[in-house]
C-alpha cells in the first residue's frame, strides 16, 4: 500500500492510499479519483515526504500498558493526598461545600443518587474509573 497527498484543481488537499502508484494512475485517468470537498475528477499527486525505514525497529508502545501506567501514578498520587472517607463521601463533600468542615482532598463511595444529587447542588465532585481508585488504606473514624 502507498500512501498519496493529492491536490485537486481547486487546491484541496488530501490523502488516499493505493495499492501502488499504477493504481493511482490507472484510477485517477479511469476519473475514479476525486476530491472529497469539491468532487472534481482533476486530482494530482503533491510532494509529499518519503516514509523511510531504518534498520532500528522501534516497537509501539502497548496502549494498556502505557494506561495501567498512568493509573498506578493517579492511584498512588490519591493515596498519598487524599483522605478515604468511605461510604460518607456524600456527607463529607456537601459540609466541605457549605462552610461546615474545613476543605481537604478526599476520595469515597456514593451512590449514583447522591451523586446526582450532589451535581444538582453545585458540590464538585466527579466519580473515579475503576483503575484510579486506590485501596482504601486511610479510613475516616
Partial sequence: MIRYALICDSAHEFEAWFRNSGDFDAQSE???VECPQCSSPNVRKGVMAPAVSTSKTEKAPDPQKAMMEIAGKVRSHIAKNFAYVGDKFATEARAM???DKPERAI?????PAESKALAD???????LPAPFVPPQAKKLN
Fill in 97 to 99: 461545600h457549605e462552610g
Fill in 121 to 127: 447542588e453545585g458540590v464538585p465532585c466527579a466519580p
Fill in 30 to 32: 479511469g476519473g475514479l
Fill in 107 to 111: 476520595y469515597g463511595e456514593t451512590t
